[in-house]
Nanobody, 123 residues
């Protein structure tokens, strides 16, 4: 069965950094584009970042551009989200997601989802 397991969340102060990981199993990792979404309390789930199959193309929402970096390791079946210069507004549950077709920035387009990992940024 397909499983996506996020890890690396936690509590950090504003300006700090975290690296999230998403370990995948039960699917052919290299066939999928990988995404990160997040959902803050009272808000809709929103796109954060994505990386294509080869790892040669990445996409980010405007508010994280230059601060976050998404990467993938096909040998380890793992996708990462390096988050630097964190802000309180980055506080959310972060989810990884996979789509066989490629990179899409809408949550409803995703095929598989992880359970999420909580990131809390204090001011």
């Amino acid at each position: 069965q397909v499983q996506l397991v996020e890890s690396g969340g936690g509590l950090v102060q504003a300006g700090g950094s975290l690296r999230l990981s998403c370990a995948a199993s039960g699917l052919t990792f290299a066939r999928y584009a990988w995404h990160w979404f997040r959902q803050a309390p009272g808000k809709e789930r929103e796109f954060v970042a994505a990386i294509n199959r080869s790892g040669g193309s990445t996409s980010y929402r405007d508010s994280v551009e230059g601060r976050f970096t998404v990467s993938r390791d096909n040998d380890k079946n793992t996708v990462y989200l390096q988050m630097n210069t964190l802000r309180p507004e980055d506080t959310a549950v972060y989810y990884c997601a996979a789509d066989l077709r490629g990179v899409f920035m809408t949550s409803y387009a995703m095929t598989y989802w992880g359970k999420g990992t909580l990131v809390t940024v204090s001011s």
